[in-house]
Every structure is written in structure tokens, then in C-alpha cells.
């Protein structure tokens, strides 16, 4: 099969997200399964440059509301998959992060710049495809490039069936319908059966609305947004297309997350020998300069400072957690009431509560491989990823029961424990009691060294390979090539 995936973001070309490690991922994994996928970007600045891009065709006259493009042609560093970059300079090629201005300011010309990468996504969907090539698959990812399967169903000669994945329903790119002609979008489209979304234009509602097919990252989030509490508006809607709706636990990248060959940490280990954790531990609690107490755990955050995240929660529960001995370390940036806060009691329990403002792979690997127990509470989680490196490097996650979370961990009780299944601590309440009480157990546990280590070893074993995940991807293109769907 030829796939194409359409998607803002790429590790490690540009990255704010779990998005941008899927981008990479899945297109590796499925060429190593004998299919010719590839990857569409926009060509940020810095971009073409890093994956050794050449111009492939002459400039396109493609959206009214936009400028013309070229199409460029190169690597994703790092891999054999082949990308595509979609170069307008006026739109791309600026300073900041690749939705929002350095200050944090979302760019005011979204609307156009994502409906520019979309629009030429569609461009291999139809029959002569570009350059040669043509997909029989087109994958698209989240709102920046759900106009792609509203352009290809709206357009004669389209021969590609489109998948619409969801990584995050909360963000909906919904924009003024004046913007219609702008980029080019029939006025019959604007409708409940269209684009249209409670008086907004919303690209990710035309995707929906438009796909073949339409995939989560987990079987639980399919079922979720299904509903009033996670459906933010869509649920109707995708109650009503549960037929083409399907959830695929995302995979990890085994051979970059691999504690045995980890360059980021000081001590590679692997489930036969866990003794190194402990030196990947000082480290840690040196660069925050923790206090190097072994008679309590280390508790760990790698993550965005929201609400979705559950951080207000880890607030609430941190005094009781404190007094019982533990520390925290935190990773992430987010909104400034969680910043503060965190930092006001970085400041009160010097030694014990360690924060690093902003995202630092290294150290996001540190983490990983440094504490003890890994803290997940999220209100909701699509997916999520951070459990899964969690497990791989021996760090049991303490997870709410929700989205991606609910599919990969297993709760620890004595019957899990002994049958092998047990991967980490589960609850379901989004309280910080209940998040205190699942704690409570783990830090149970942990002081019973010998089943703590099984623990995390039955963690080890498990199979998160973006193998497993293509395979269940290929299923489903298959399915729709075929007719079903």
C-alpha cells in the first residue's frame, strides 16, 4: 500500500507533543512491514535544510486565501521514510514553535497555513497524485490537516481513502466561517452535514464528517468521546459514525525508550539487573538537588502543567505525600497558575520538591529511568505515552482509569501481582484522595523490595512495539481498501 500521513508536527524535526513521535513512529513502522508510507509536513524554518530537501515541482497556485507553494522532497532525519514538505515561506518559515509565536501567542494565520498543508495532502489523494507517487491511504492527523478528506470528498477524481486520527478531541481548530472562500471550501459544505460546528467552521469536524474512517489512539478513547464528558460538542457526531470509529493503542519507539542503551542516562540497565536504577536515581536527585533520602520514593512528572493533566490534583495530595516522606520531581511547562504554584513549593520544601520549568529530553529520559513511581493522574488521556516509557524502563505509572491509560496499565493487586499482569497502581476518581490512596499503595509495595522488582520487571515485559500498533493499522487500510470500513 502507499500512506501517506499528513501531520503538523515530527520528532525530531519539530516537536510540542505525543503528535510528533506518532508522525515519526508509525510511518517507520509500517515500511518495515513492506508498505511504502510516507510523511507531509510544512516546511518550518530550519526544516527542508535538516532533511536534505529539494524542490520537486514549480510554485502552485492552490487556496485563494494563501500564497504558492512548492513541494519539497527529503528524508525524516533518522529514518528511510520519505517526507514531503509543503514550502510557503510566508506562512512557515518565522520564529516560535510551528502553532504559536516564541511569546506563546497562537500565529493569527493558522487557519490559513494548516488548510494550505491539507489542500496539498489531498493533491496525492487523487488520481495523477504528485510527482509520480499517489497514495492509496491517507492518513491525517488532528485538526491542522482535517480539511484534507473534506477536499478529497468534495473534489471529482479522488481515488485515496482517508483515516481522520484523533490524538486530542479538545483541540478543534474551529475559525469564522468567513474563512470559507479563503480556502476554498464549497458554501453548500457549511452545514450540520459539513463543516459547520455551532456557527464555527471546524476542521476537525470536517474530518469526521468526511473520513473513511476515523481512529483514536486507544480503544477506550473511541469509546469515550463518545460521550457528553469527553465529547466537547462531537459526541453526536461520532455516535453517529461509530461504525467507521475505531481506537488503536499507540506504540512506543523500543529502540530510542531502551534503558539497556539509553545515551540520556548515566547507567543502562535492563530487567535482568535493576541495580543500575539506582545510580540513574542520584543523578537525578543531584541535578535537582534532592535530598538523597532511600527510605522514601521519588515520585516523577513528565508533562504539561493543565488541567486535563490532573496537576491541581498532584497539588492537593502533595502535603500528606510529603509527609509520608516523598519527593517530586517535574518536568513541563504550562499554564502560569500551575507554574507558580509548583514553584512556590519548590521554594517551601527546598530538597524535596525538584521543577524544571520547560521540556528537556535528556532529562525527560532521567526521569524515566531515575524514580521511582511515575505520576499519570490525567482528567482525560487519548493515549498517552510517558506510562508506556514508564514501564519499559522499570518505573511503575500511577495512572487515572481513563483513555489510553485505562488500556495500558494494569493495576497492582495480590491476584495481579502473582499471575504477572500487574504494571502499575490504578484509580478511578478524579480526586486527590483517590490519587493519595492509589500512592499509598505503591509506597506499600515499595518497601517490600522483592515484590516491588517483579513489579517493575512484569512492567519491562510488556510489548509496546509500534510493530504491534502498524499491524492493527495495516488491518484497518486493508479493511477499507476492501470495502468494509
Not at 493515549?383 to 505509572?397: D, I
Request: glycine residues 12%.
Amino acid at each position: 500500500m502507499n500512506i501517506l500521513f499528513a501531520a503538523s508536527e515530527a520528532h525530531p524535526l519539530v516537536k510540542t507533543g505525543g503528535l510528533a513521535d506518532v508522525a515519526a513512529a508509525l510511518p517507520q513502522a509500517l515500511r518495515r512491514l513492506g508498505e511504502d508510507a510516507r510523511l507531509i509536513l510544512p516546511a518550518y524554518r530550519g526544516v527542508a535544510e535538516a532533511a536534505g530537501a529539494q524542490a520537486i515541482t514549480s510554485e502552485m497556485g492552490l487556496l485563494t486565501g494563501t500564497p504558492p507553494a512548492r513541494l519539497l522532497q527529503g528524508t525524516l532525519p533518522g529514518s528511510d521514510v520519505p517526507l514531503y514538505l509543503v514550502e510557503a515561506p510566508g506562512l512557515y518559515d518565522r520564529d516560535g514553535g510551528p502553532y504559536a509565536s516564541a511569546g506563546g501567542l497562537e500565529w493569527p494565520d493558522n487557519a490559513l497555513r494548516f488548510a494550505l498543508l491539507a489542500r496539498v495532502a489531498a493533491l496525492f489523494g487523487q488520481h495523477d497524485g504528485v510527482a509520480g507517487w499517489r497514495a492509496d491511504i491517507l492518513h491525517c492527523n488532528d485538526w491542522q490537516t482535517g480539511l484534507t478528506p473534506a477536499y478529497l470528498a468534495l473534489t471529482e477524481g479522488t481515488v485515496a481513502r482517508t483515516v481522520m486520527g484523533i490524538h486530542n478531541l479538545a483541540f478543534q481548530g474551529n475559525f469564522p466561517p468567513a474563512l470559507m472562500p479563503l480556502v476554498d471550501l464549497p458554501p453548500y459544505s457549511f452545514q450540520v452535514h459539513g463543516t459547520e460546528f455551532f456557527g464555527h467552521l471546524s476542521y476537525l469536524k470536517a474530518g469526521i464528517y468526511y473520513a473513511d474512517r476515523i481512529i483514536t489512539v486507544s480503544p477506550t478513547y473511541a469509546r469515550e468521546i463518545q460521550t457528553p464528558e469527553f465529547g466537547f460538542g462531537m459526541e453526536g457526531l461520532l455516535a453517529s459514525r461509530s461504525g467507521a470509529l475505531s481506537g488503536i493503542l499507540n506504540g512506543i519507539d523500543t529502540d530510542y525508550w531502551d534503558p539497556a542503551a539509553d545515551e540520556h542516562i548515566p547507567a543502562a540497565y535492563d530487567a535482568t539487573d535493576l541495580a543500575a536504577k539506582d545510580t540513574n536515581r542520584r543523578a537525578l536527585e543531584q541535578y535537582f538537588g534532592l535530598e538523597m533520602d532511600t527510605d522514601a520514593p521519588l515520585l516523577g512528572m513528565v508533562t504539561r502543567l493543565t488541567w486535563q493533566k490532573g496537576i491541581d490534583l498532584v497539588l492537593d495530595a502533595l502535603p500528606a505525600l510529603l509527609e509520608q516522606g516523598a519527593r517530586l520531581a517535574v518536568v513541563g511547562s504550562g499554564e502560569a497558575r500551575y507554574q507558580e504554584a509548583l514553584e512556590a513549593l519548590a521554594a517551601q520544601h527546598p530538597g524535596r520538591i525538584g521543577l524544571h520549568l520547560g521540556y528537556s529530553e535528556p532529562l525527560a529520559h532521567l526521569v524515566e529511568a531515575g524514580v521511582d513511581l511515575f505520576l499519570m493522574p490525567s482528567r482525560f488521556e487519548p493515549c498517552g505515552l510517558n506510562q508506556m516509557y514508564s514501564m519499559r524502563y522499570g518505573t511503575p505509572p500511577v495512572v487515572r482509569h481513563t483513555g489510553g491509560l485505562a488500556d495500558s496499565v494494569v493495576d497492582t493487586t495480590f491476584r495481579s501481582l502473582q499471575d504477572g499482569t500487574a504494571t502499575g497502581f490504578v484509580f478511578t476518581a478524579a480526586t486527590a484522595g483517590a490519587l493519595q490512596e492509589a500512592l499509598m499503595r505503591a509506597f506499600i509495595l515499595w518497601r517490600d523490595k522483592t515484590s516491588f522488582e517483579a513489579l517493575c520487571r512484569q512492567g519491562m515485559g510488556r510489548d509496546f512495539s509500534w510493530e504491534r500498533s502498524a499491524r492493527a493499522y495495516l488491518a484497518a487500510y486493508g479493511e477499507m481498501l476492501g470495502g468494509g470500513g
